[in-house]
């Protein structure tokens, strides 16, 4: 049997807050644009400095759905996946910061990061449409 602290719909009728669903939308959207600027620093000759300014950015709503996940009891449900992904930035930038065979992994592990905010995005998008 699943504890009601790991489930998604806890107190649906104190709806979700709009900054934690805000920043589910927006990192999907960062990340997918991460994508891009490594595809032109690596074909059209941007910088790297800009994917690097993006990926640095991108770890705000990171952070703050891991912050309010854990903090916000009715959210509590959503933190192993906010958690996770906040473990998933931290090896993507070790990840950026290493030598050749760790940039390697680089685009794998941004790939897992995608797939962890789709899931919690899905999963928070589930919650208020049951309450709606």
Not at 83 to 104: E, F, K, P, S
């Amino acid at each position: 049997m699943t504890a009601s602290s790991h489930d998604t719909f806890v107190a649906p009728e104190r709806g979700t807050p709009a900054l934690f669903v805000w920043s589910a939308r927006l990192l999907p959207v960062a990340l997918a644009g991460q994508f891009f600027l490594a595809g032109q620093s690596l074909f059209a000759g941007l910088p790297w400095s800009i994917h690097g300014m993006v990926g640095g950015l991108a770890g705000v709503p990171i952070v703050v759905m891991a912050i309010m996940a854990c903090a916000i009891g009715y959210l509590r449900g959503f933190a192993w996946w906010a958690c996770g992904a906040l473990a998933l930035y931290g090896v993507q930038i070790a990840l950026a910061t290493g030598d050749a065979t760790m940039l390697a992994l680089h685009p794998f592990n941004a790939s897992l990061l995608l797939i962890t905010a789709l899931v919690l995005l899905a999963k928070i998008e589930r919650r208020r449409a049951l309450h709606t």
